[in-house]
Nanobody
Framework: QVQLVESGGGLVQPGGSLRLSCAAS????????MGWYRQAQGKQRDLVATITRGGTTNYADSVKGRFTISRDNAQNTVYLQMNSLKPEDTAVYYC?????????WGQGTQVTVSS
């Protein structure tokens, strides 16, 4: 069983920055893909960004150029640096891991972009 602990959410003004972290523990095997998804109120959960163990990244078009995903394989931690935040980025952000141990989700962290 893999446990994911997210941190770094909060309230920020438009144009501001936040950094999310997600630490995974309990995996018996290397985690292949780590990523971030978000779900705004009343909407479906959507991909934000993913990163493979080798460092290949994938971003939603809406965040390209503003968000950067990175990971520390030794620490099984994934980060999401979010810059130039917009009100439409407001959502609960979820960490996800995929690997031989299975597919796991974090509990979510709220990000609110508002003046």
């Amino acid at each position: 069983q893999v446990q994911l602990v997210e941190s770094g959410g909060g309230l920020v003004q438009p144009g501001g920055s936040l950094r999310l972290s997600c630490a995974a523990s309990g995996s018996r095997f290397n985690i292949v893909v780590m990523g971030w998804y978000r779900q705004a109120q009343g909407k479906q959960r959507d991909l934000v960004a993913t990163i493979t163990r080798g460092g290949t990244t994938n971003y939603a078009d809406s965040v390209k150029g503003r968000f950067t995903i990175s990971r520390d394989n030794a620490q099984n931690t994934v980060y999401l640096q979010m810059n130039s935040l917009k009100p439409e980025d407001t959502a609960v952000y979820y960490c996800r891991t995929i690997g031989p141990s299975g597919n796991y989700w974090g509990q979510g962290t709220q990000v609110t972009v508002s003046s």
